[in-house]
């Protein structure tokens, strides 16, 4: 039942941006700590940004930072990835986390969003 589903990747030029949306459904949203990861092919996946839960402070991997914002809304129950000034490097499939951090807690992971930064 529960579900999270990306949307928003596409093609985008070297310096563009684009914004990245996760809508989680199916459980308690506002619990858990949110994630965007990445994976690009033959690569490992990395953890690019993280919002806790209800919402506070940000962090975000040294290659993203300045250039990647992460947010989210409790009401609409969706997180957001705002990417701008993106780079060649930053092609690769984009995942949404939500992390209970509880004991005996599930992760729930979304389907993936292709993004490529190519001219």
């Known amino acids: 039942q529960a579900q999270l589903v990306e949307s928003g990747g596409g093609l985008v030029q070297p310096g563009g941006s684009l914004r990245l949306s996760c809508v989680a459904s199916g459980f308690t949203f506002r619990s858990y700590d949110m994630k965007w990861y990445r994976q690009a092919p033959g690569k490992e996946r990395e953890l690019v940004a993280a919002?806790?839960?209800?919402?506070?402070?940000?962090t975000y991997a040294d290659s993203v930072k300045g250039r990647f914002f992460i947010s989210r809304d409790n009401v609409k129950n969706t997180v957001y990835l705002q990417m701008n000034s993106l780079k060649p490097e930053d092609t690769a499939v984009y995942y949404c986390n939500a992390d209970r951090r509880a004991v005996g807690a599930t992760d729930y992971w979304g389907q993936g969003t292709q993004v490529t930064v190519s001219s």
């Open positions: 919002i806790p839960s209800p919402g506070g402070r940000t």
